[in-house]
C-alpha cells in the first residue's frame, strides 16, 4: 500500500464541480484583483475567526510581515519567537527591520515555552510572535499577561491553526494581529499562494490594507510605500468554497489523530500530547520516537511518506550563523529536530491506511530494537 504524506487531489475530487464552476466564474467575469470574490472571502473568514477584520494577502509570510510593519516594527526593535517554527516567522521579523529573538519550545507542547519568555526580554523588545505549531494553540494566557506587563504587541502566527481553539475562543483573536497562510497544503489551502491578516483593530486593519497594496486607499493615491501583495480573486474564489468544508475536515483531522493514538498505544512513539481546553486541528500529527531517520528510510521502502517539521531548528540554519547560537541555547528544539517525524495527516485519510501506517511504523521499531539487543 502506497501512502502519501498529503492527497491534495483527492480532496479535489469531492469539491470539483463547485470549484470548477467558481473558477469558471472569476475568469468570465475577469475579477482577478479586488473585487467581490475577495470581499466575500474576508468577510467569511473574519466571521470563521469570529474577527472583526480580515485582510486578504498575497501569501502567510507576508501576512507576518505586513502585520509587523503595520504596528510599527522596524530598525532597532527586537521580536520574540519560538526556536522551532518554519522560517518565515522569523524571515517576516528581518524583513520589517526588526531582530528575531528566539525562545525554546516546551518539551510537552512543542510551542514556544512560555517560561523561557520573559528571560528574553530586553529594552528594545516590542512583540511576540507565539506559533500556533501543527494545529496546537500556544499557551496564549500566559503570552498575554508577559505581553501586557512588558507592554508587548502579540502576532499570532496561526498558519498551521485555521480553527484551532482554547476554551472555545477561535486563534487569531488573542493577539492585536494574527496571520494565517493558505499555502496548498495548510488545512485551509488555496490554489496557490494564499494568506490573510485578522484583526479586531480598525486603525490596524485598514492600514494593512494599503500596505498590501502600494500604500493608497485608492488608486494612484498613495500615502506610503508599501507593497503589491493581494489576494487574488481565484484564490479566494477557491477558499470561499473550501471554507464551508474546513469544520468538517478538522473534525476528520482529529478523528484521524485519534485513531493514530489508538493504534499507537503501547508502542515506543511519543504521541503529541493534547490538554483540555485546547482544540488541536492537527494541521500535523507529529511523533518523536529514537532512531527517527533510520525509521523514516525504512518507512518510505514499505511506500509510506512522512515529513520532518523542521529538521533544523530555526537558531541553527546557515540563515542564522550570524547569531551565534549553540545547541544549548535552545537544548529542547535542538533534541527534537532530531527525533520528530510527521505522519501523513489529512482528512481524506482512510482508517486502514491509518491501521497500515501504525503496524509498519511498530514492525520496523521492533526490528530496530531487536537489532539493538542483539548488537
Ligand atoms: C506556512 C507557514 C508560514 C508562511 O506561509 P506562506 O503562505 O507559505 O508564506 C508562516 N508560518 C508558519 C508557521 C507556516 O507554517
Request: glycine share 8%.
Amino acid at each position: 500500500m502506497d501512502i502519501a504524506f498529503i492527497d491534495l487531489k483527492k480532496q479535489y475530487r469531492t469539491i470539483q464541480d463547485e470549484i470548477d464552476a467558481k473558477v469558471h466564474d472569476v475568469i468570465s467575469e475577469a475579477a482577478f484583483i479586488g473585487g467581490k470574490y475577495v470581499r466575500n472571502f474576508e468577510y467569511d473568514f473574519a466571521r470563521f475567526c469570529n474577527a472583526q477584520y480580515c485582510v486578504g494577502v498575497g501569501n502567510g509570510t507576508d501576512a507576518l510581515y505586513i502585520a509587523l510593519r503595520s504596528l510599527g516594527i522596524g530598525a532597532g526593535d527586537e521580536v520574540i519567537t519560538a526556536a522551532n517554527s518554519f522560517i518565515a516567522t522569523s524571515e517576516a521579523v528581518t524583513m520589517s527591520g526588526g531582530s528575531v529573538v528566539f525562545v525554546d519550545c516546551d518539551p510537552q507542547t512543542y510551542n514556544i515555552d512560555v517560561d523561557k519568555i520573559e528571560p528574553a526580554i530586553t529594552q528594545k523588545t516590542k512583540a511576540i510572535i507565539p506559533v500556533h505549531l501543527y494545529g496546537q494553540p500556544a499557551h496564549m494566557s500566559r503570552v498575554k499577561e508577559i505581553a501586557a506587563k512588558y507592554n508587548l504587541f502579540i502576532i499570532e502566527d496561526a498558519s498551521q491553526a485555521h480553527g484551532a481553539t482554547i476554551d472555545n475562543q477561535r486563534v487569531g483573536t488573542f493577539g492585536d494581529v494574527a496571520c494565517f497562510s493558505f499555502y496548498p497544503g495548510k488545512n485551509l489551502g488555496a490554489y496557490g499562494d494564499a494568506g490573510a491578516i485578522v484583526t479586531n483593530n480598525e486603525a490596524l486593519a485598514r492600514q494593512c490594507r494599503m500596505a498590501i497594496n502600494h500604500g493608497s486607499t485608492e488608486k494612484y493615491n498613495h500615502r506610503f510605500e508599501g507593497v503589491n501583495s493581494r489576494l487574488d480573486g481565484l484564490q479566494a474564489a477557491v477558499l470561499s468554497v473550501k471554507l464551508r468544508y474546513l469544520e468538517d475536515w478538522t473534525k476528520r483531522r482529529c478523528a484521524n489523530a485519534a485513531l493514530y493514538r489508538q493504534f499507537l498505544k503501547g508502542s515506543h512513539v511519543i504521541c503529541p500530547t493534547e490538554s483540555t481546553g485546547l482544540g488541536h486541528v492537527y494541521h500535523l500529527f507529529v511523533v518523536r520516537l529514537a532512531g527517527r531517520d533510520k525509521i523514516r528510510a525504512a518507512l518510505k521502502q514499505r511506500g509510506i511518506a512522512t515529513g520532518i517539521h523542521y529538521p533544523i531548528a530555526l537558531p541553527f540554519l546557515d540563515a542564522y550563523v550570524h547569531l551565534g547560537h549553540r545547541p544549548s541555547d535552545f537544548p529542547v528544539a535542538h533534541q527534537y529536530a532530531a527525533e520528530i517525524l510527521s505522519l501523513p495527516m489529512y482528512p481524506e485519510l482512510e482508517i486502514d491506511q491509518i491501521e497500515y501506517v501504525c503496524a509498519q511504523l511498530r514492525d520496523v521499531q521492533k526490528n530496530r530494537e531487536v537489532m539493538q539487543a542483539n548488537a
